[in-house]
């Protein structure tokens, strides 16, 4: 027997983009002994957005998110090599992340608006008292006004079991202080408090940061959603019925619909079209692309370099491939497209046509992942127009042979994804993220 419970969500009118953000339809379902809850999903450029820029252009937008995945690739980049290498692990940057989420905390729980990252692992949020905070969209959490809030000792068990990320600040507290690597920054206490995400909530361990700078928009922080210790995916887990697996629907970035984050019960992707590929958890979620396909020429990774060769990350926009399969991409497109080619403005992209305000057309292109899983992708998952009358191909080629590629967001669009962290499975399933 399946039960639906429909929340209302009462809030006060912040801002007219906050409300729009979280009116939406937040449930939890139980299945037998599992939960299973969902709730909001907002690309940052979107019209209902709390972080948009509403001075800029749509070009402007669009470019800016080119450079924020510029710098966020470059921050996996020199993650992933650093955990080849057995270095000490830094985190990386989320400061490009592209898509919101809304979250509360605390009791009462307070409504805030944090960037959703698959690429780092704690959650923080700015706090009172405030050193040195950007602005944000909502009030600073105040623990003071939370009853539920605790503090963590430098000593205790709690504060030791996150390892590096902890130490002992100048009044006993447990302390974090994260730089990344496009200079943004963190730097707080760590407590624990009850976190509301849809209609469940949790108490957890998260990050409340008294000094904060750099490329967070006006959100209040991170929310974690890697598959370390430290993410709200895993501390659910432990902490309560829900089940180790999440799953996204994105919405498009030129779209101004809701995308939505499911977890628990809520998250299992299933039906007809689904396709299932390994999925490695362990240090980023890597998967194995063995090649592209388009029409009848398939363009195939270097078979000793398939295994785990790809980040699935949602806060990178562009996505990067080995550079057999984009030089052979772009070669096999180039003979079918029929627009005319140009040169990016930008000199950013290798493949750019003249789109005369229609849209590229191409041919059948499939990704093939690694236990049969072909993912038929369309065009809005490879061209975008970034000018007017341009349109180009959004996969960039790795420059060394030996470099973990990334599967960005907009190779993602319309695909309700799901991590299961338990069986170590991605799934993708094709629809209508709105």
Request: proline share 5%; charged share 15%; net charge negative.
């Amino acid at each position: 027997m399946v039960t639906q419970i429909l929340i209302s969500i009462s809030m006060p009118a912040i801002s007219i983009f906050f409300s729009l953000l979280l009116i939406s339809v937040a449930f939890t379902t139980v299945y037998g002994g599992g939960i299973g809850f969902s709730t909001t999903l907002i690309h940052r450029d979107s019209p209902l957005s709390p972080i948009r820029n509403q001075s800029l252009s749509h070009y402007d937008r669009l470019n800016n998110a080119i450079r924020r995945s510029i710098s966020r690739a470059d921050a996996l980049f020199q993650r992933a090599a650093a955990l080849t290498d057995n270095s000490i692990e830094a985190p990386i940057s989320p400061g490009g992340g592209e898509y919101v989420m809304s979250v509360s905390i605390g009791t009462p729980p307070v409504p805030y608006v944090a960037i959703a990252d698959t690429g780092s692992d704690p959650a923080w949020i700015q706090c009172m008292p405030c050193k040195q905070c950007y602005p944000q969209s909502e009030p600073i959490f105040d623990p003071k006004k939370s009853s539920s809030f605790r503090h963590v000792p430098c000593t205790s068990d709690t504060c030791k079991s996150v390892n590096d990320d902890g130490f002992c600040g100048d009044q006993g507290s447990c302390d974090y202080s994260f730089a990344y690597a496009d200079h943004t920054y963190s730097k707080g206490e760590f407590g624990t408090d009850t976190i509301t995400i849809g209609s469940t909530s949790v108490n957890m361990l998260f990050g409340c940061g008294h000094e904060s700078g750099g490329g967070f928009g006006t959100t209040s922080g991170i929310i974690g959603l890697g598959g370390g210790d430290l993410s709200i995916v895993t501390q659910m887990r432990k902490k309560s019925a829900v089940s180790w697996k999440f799953s996204y629907c994105l919405p498009s970035v030129s779209s101004q619909g809701r995308g939505k984050i499911s977890f628990g019960e809520n998250a299992v992707v299933s039906g007809p079209g689904v396709v299932s590929t390994p999925l490695d958890p362990s240090m980023m979620y890597e998967i194995s692309l063995e090649a592209i396909s388009v029409g009848n020429e398939r363009h195939a990774a270097d078979i000793s370099l398939a295994t785990d060769n790809m980040i699935i990350d949602s806060g990178t926009t562009l996505s990067y491939i080995p550079k057999v399969i984009h030089d052979g991409i772009v070669s096999s497109l180039a003979k079918i497209i029929g627009s005319k080619r140009v040169n990016d403005p930008r000199n950013v992209f290798s493949l750019c046509y003249s789109s005369d305000g229609d849209d590229v057309n191409i041919p059948t292109v499939t990704a093939h992942f690694a236990g049969g899983a072909d993912v038929g992708l369309s065009n809005e998952n490879m061209f975008m127009t970034v000018a007017d009358g341009v349109s180009c191909l959004m996969f960039k080629s790795l420059m060394e042979i030996n470099d973990v590629g990334i599967w960005g967001n907009i190779a993602q669009a319309n695909f309700l994804i799901g991590y299961d962290l338990e069986k170590k499975s991605l799934s993708f399933k094709p629809t209508v993220c709105a």
